[in-house]
């Protein structure tokens, strides 16, 4: 993989509610990106993003997946997110690291409470985002009432730039206003242009009169000559577009079904072309209150995920907030005030890692078999810098947590202590009062995953209460 240029980097992540597609969509995408040769599903428990354990054993997503693929010349980072409100520390946490979101929604059951509480999260951190229609395949699939339902919940600032020639188990075929073209995807995969049919011309007129206004409205002198001419360019439209994404005053609405891969490609070329890139992206202030430029002097890395893999021990994911990551780096531990060598750097597509020599601002990484970091760390070359940025929801359900055997107690203690640095919303308290060890998470769901995973993962029982 070849190092990109922070103007070239999009890092997206994928939200939306449990079931509207999310991993599928994944797959999809890295398979038109040429990272995987077959597509896998959930229902086969072979897809890159869910490979845990606990995932393989219920079938749905606990962490959020980091992956890069390489298309359009552009670096897309994605994050796949788990869809339910239990483990949404992973959205937190995967949305304060990207400059924007797709909301996916489930053409069969249109707006539900996940992507409700996806929207807010994306509202509440400032973020722009796409609305992301999927399975148009299915048969209970009502695009037009669905694009309806995202436009009266979340407002007419959602704008459509596509709709299906026909929704159902025949889509195959996408009417993208913005080209002013038919896209068929034939095999599920290959994209062929063709001319906007007659028997949709006037739908496909009026939608693009609407992109085209929502478009101007975000910059004057696109709006003096929409008013002058009628109509403006494919570039002006998507210039338009940037714009008003960048400030949250538009979120452009698709459409795709991921299983049978129609739409993907055209999905990942539009926000190649009209996502921001991390030069757009929200501001960052340190630990201190200071805005942290990503051309500050100095390399900072921050820290904001690790997991525990077998044979291989820790592997701690980064943003490069300034400056530049490269191998063999010697650099401080602001937080702990140890030393650290970076010796290998890593871009993740799921459980497979591509090394690669450095990485500029903006961009995402990981590496392997660093002695004293943890998750929220930052490491410093050149710099005095921390960042504490991430602020994690509070936690919604509490149970004792005890040990089968109370001889377990100082080991049960040592896999939490692990645990918690996969996932910061699992909050440990060793009550005096009680006598007791409280454990914190963010539902029933939450906490009976955790006691699955250290039950089945680390082989101790113990007793939640």
């Known amino acids: 993989m070849k190092n990109y240029k922070t103007e070239d980097i999009r890092n997206i992540a994928i939200l939306g509610g449990a079931g509207s597609g999310k991993t599928t969509l994944t797959e999809s995408i890295l398979f038109e990106a040429g990272v995987i040769k077959r597509r896998g599903s959930v229902n086969a428990k072979n897809t890159v993003s869910d490979t845990a354990a606990v995932e393989l054993e219920y079938g749905y997503s606990v962490y959020s997946t980091v992956f890069a693929v390489e298309m359009f010349g552009k670096k897309f980072n994605f994050f796949d997110c788990p869809g339910s409100d239990d483990f949404s520390g992973q959205a937190v946490t995967a949305l304060n690291i990207c400059d924007s979101a797709i909301l996916v929604v489930n053409g069969s059951r249109g707006v539900d409470v996940g992507l409700i509480n996806s929207y807010r999260l994306v509202k509440k951190l400032g973020k722009p985002a796409f609305f992301v229609i999927n399975h148009v395949d299915s048969d209970k699939c009502e695009y037009d009432n669905v694009?309806?339902?995202?436009?009266?919940?979340?407002?007419?600032?959602?704008?459509?730039?596509?709709?299906?020639?026909?929704?159902?188990?025949?889509?195959?075929?996408?009417?993208?206003?913005?080209?002013?073209?038919?896209?068929?995807?034939?095999?599920?995969?290959?994209?062929?242009?063709?001319?906007?049919?007659?028997?949709?011309?006037?739908?496909?007129?009026?939608?693009?009169?609407?992109?085209?206004?929502?478009?101007?409205?975000?910059?004057?002198?696109?709006?003096?000559?929409?008013?002058?001419?009628?109509?403006?360019?494919?570039?002006?439209?998507?210039?338009?577009?940037?714009?008003?994404?960048?400030?949250?005053?538009l979120f452009p609405i698709v459409c795709t079904a991921a299983a049978p891969n129609i739409g993907v490609s055209r999905l990942v070329e539009f926000l190649g072309n009209v996502a921001p890139s991390p030069l757009q992206g929200k501001e960052v202030k340190d630990s201190k209150g200071d805005v942290v430029k990503l051309d500050a002097a100095g390399t900072s890395l921050f820290f904001f995920k690790t997991t525990i893999e077998p044979h291989i021990g820790a592997v701690s994911y980064f943003k490069v907030m300034s400056g530049k990551a490269h191998e063999g780096q010697d650099m401080i531990n602001s937080d702990r005030g140890s030393k650290e060598r970076v010796a290998q750097i890593f871009v993740s597509q799921g459980n497979t890692r591509v090394q690669v020599p450095e990485l500029l601002p903006g961009d995402i990484g990981c590496t392997v078999k660093l002695k004293d970091v943890r998750t929220g760390n930052t490491l410093n070359e050149g710099a005095d810098r921390s960042f504490n940025f991430i602020k994690y929801p509070n936690s919604k359900y509490s149970r004792a947590l005890k040990p089968v055997n109370e001889a377990d107690m100082e080991k049960m203690m040592t896999i939490v202590n692990r645990m918690r640095e996969e996932d910061p919303t699992l909050v440990i308290e060793q009550s005096k009062e009680l006598r007791q060890v409280i454990l914190y998470g963010q539902g029933e769901f939450h906490l009976r995953t955790f006691k699955w995973c250290i039950e089945n993962n680390d082989k101790m029982m113990i007793n939640i209460e």
């Open 147 to 249: 694009v309806e339902q995202i436009r009266s919940t979340f407002g007419t600032t959602c704008v459509p730039i596509q709709f299906p020639e026909q929704a159902g188990p025949s889509f195959k075929s996408v009417i993208d206003v913005l080209l002013n073209q038919k896209l068929t995807f034939a095999d599920g995969s290959a994209m062929k242009a063709e001319d906007i049919p007659a028997s949709v011309a006037d739908k496909a007129q009026t939608m693009r009169d609407t992109v085209t206004e929502s478009a101007a409205e975000n910059d004057e002198a696109l709006m003096e000559k929409f008013f002058d001419q009628g109509e403006l360019s494919i570039d002006e439209i998507r210039a338009g577009f940037r714009k008003g994404i960048e400030t949250c005053g």
